[in-house]
Nanobody, 118 residues
Framework: VQLQASGGGLVQAGNSLKLSCAAS????????MGWFRQAPEKERDLVAN????????YYADSVKGRFTISRDKFKNTIYLQMKDLKPEDTAVYYC????????????WGQGTQVTVSS
């Protein structure tokens, strides 16, 4: 399984950025795909996730109303549209996958850096 994240960069506060995660290596039906982020000297936190089949989503309170997670089944890709970015959104963002019946994410992509300047 490969999860390839991309789309990070440096933006000013208030602007938008869209992250992509290309997934390959298996059928992800029955999986939950997530975006996590880790800021320097902080723990890695779940930002949002989406059930591959059905599209049910979850968002952390800190990003509700600003971030949108989506998936394109034909492209086997998940996205994280980030709007109204804030300096506190600065982190390395990771995509990950777990079976819906599992507690832990077992497949991880490499991170992509998002830096928001004030």
């Amino acid at each position: 399984v490969q999860l390839q994240a991309s789309g990070g960069g440096l933006v000013q506060a208030g602007n938008s950025l869209k992250l992509s995660c290309a997934a390959s290596g298996r059928n992800f039906s029955g999986y939950i795909m997530g975006w996590f982020r880790q800021a320097p000297e902080k723990e890695r936190d779940l930002v949002a996730n989406i059930r591959w089949s059905g599209g049910i989503t979850y968002y952390a309170d800190s990003v509700k109303g600003r971030f949108t997670i989506s998936r394109d089944k034909f492209k086997n890709t998940i996205y994280l549209q980030m709007k109204d970015l804030k300096p506190e959104d600065t982190a390395v963002y990771y995509c990950a996958a777990r079976h819906f019946a599992a507690n832990e994410y077992i497949f991880w992509g490499q991170g992509t850096q998002v830096t928001v300047s004030s």
